[in-house]
């Protein structure tokens, strides 16, 4: 038996998704906590994040050619929720959250030293969808340390997590 769902409520049921922190250069350079974040092509390969156009972030995304999308493990949670927080328009999220700038290879957006990946992307493309903008790039570089662990990277929908169980 299954009950009906309400359409605006069917999102509802996702179990969670990835938490990023997308950072990006400007006037000021700013970071970003997003769950809306995924690959969408594998050769080439480009990744895509969402979002609202009401975030200072947003201003400085569609003014940018590039970003930087950096994993925080659970660790991170504090920074992760400052910078899902507080507003660039307003704070240094580096220095409210605690995060060191880290010099890019191939953009001009700084990476976050303590996130132990770090995806640098050239912005390709920008669509408007609903209420959140989808900013598509392509990947032009990326590091993982040696001893990351994608148990310890953040899930989240509504409630933070790790992923469970390996099923297969
Ligand atoms: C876990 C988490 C996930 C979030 N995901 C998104 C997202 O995918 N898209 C978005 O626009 N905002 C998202 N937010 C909200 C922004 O991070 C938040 O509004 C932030 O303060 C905006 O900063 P800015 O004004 O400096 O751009 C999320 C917040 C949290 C805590």
Request: overall charge neutral; hydrophobic content about 40%.
């Amino acid at each position: 038996m299954k009950d009906p769902v309400a359409p605006g409520k069917a999102q509802d049921s996702f179990s969670g998704f990835p938490v990023v922190l997308c950072s990006m250069s400007g006037p000021k350079d700013n970071i970003i906590t997003l769950a809306m974040c995924h690959i969408f092509s594998f050769e080439p390969p480009l990744v895509a994040i969402g979002i609202g156009p009401k975030r200072h972030s947003y201003g400085l995304l569609r003014a940018s050619d590039d970003f930087a999308i950096n994993i925080p493990t659970k660790g991170l949670l504090k920074a992760v929720e400052i910078c899902g927080s507080k507003s660039g328009r307003k704070v240094d999220k580096f220095d409210a959250a605690g995060l060191t700038r880290e010099k890019a290879e191939k953009i001009l957006s700084p990476l976050i030293a303590e996130c132990p990946v770090n995806i640098e992307c050239i912005k390709v493309n920008e669509v408007e969808v609903g209420d959140h903008a989808l900013f598509i790039g392509e990947v032009v570089a990326a590091r993982k340390d040696t001893q990351y662990d994608s148990k310890d990277a953040l899930l989240y929908w509504g409630e933070y997590r790790v992923i469970g169980d390996l099923v297969r």
